[in-house]
């Protein structure tokens, strides 16, 4: 059992080599650069069990005046050395693709 951020999470390395999908959650809500965390599990009679360690930093907002995720150079390792399935890096790389950093601040003003 892990306590993370107000909140209990059942975590088990037994889960690891057969995680069956991922979530994510930032750091914190209200910071620009908060820490984008990877939360691989399984669902067994509608409980989500996750890895150990439940949650593995992957990325992180893209900051002030941007949306979207930025990836860490290195997740993929981090990932991988825990032991998860290939398709769980599969389902992280497809969630960066579909956050791509868009920086708003370069817009052209219409006025």
């Known amino acids: 059992?892990?306590?993370l951020r107000w909140r209990s999470y059942l975590c088990a390395k037994s889960v690891n080599p057969i995680?069956?999908?991922v979530g994510f959650v930032h750091s914190c809500g209200c910071c620009d650069n908060a820490?984008?965390?990877a939360m691989p599990y399984v669902d067994r009679d509608g409980k989500r069990?996750?890895?150990d360690p439940c949650q593995i930093g992957v990325g992180e907002k893209a900051?002030?005046?941007r949306s979207g995720e930025t990836p860490w150079d290195n997740w993929q390792e981090e990932v991988k050395?825990?032991?998860l399935p290939d398709h769980i890096v599969k389902k992280i790389e497809?969630?960066?693709k579909d956050?791509?950093?868009i920086d708003w601040d370069d817009e052209e003003d219409d006025n």
């Open 19 to 21: 995680a069956e999908d």
């Open 1 to 3: 059992m892990a306590l």
């Open 63 to 65: 900051g002030y005046w």
């Open 99 to 101: 956050n791509p950093v």
């Open 94 to 96: 497809q969630f960066f």
């Open 81 to 83: 050395k825990h032991d």
């Open 35 to 37: 820490v984008l965390y």
């Open 49 to 51: 069990i996750y890895s």
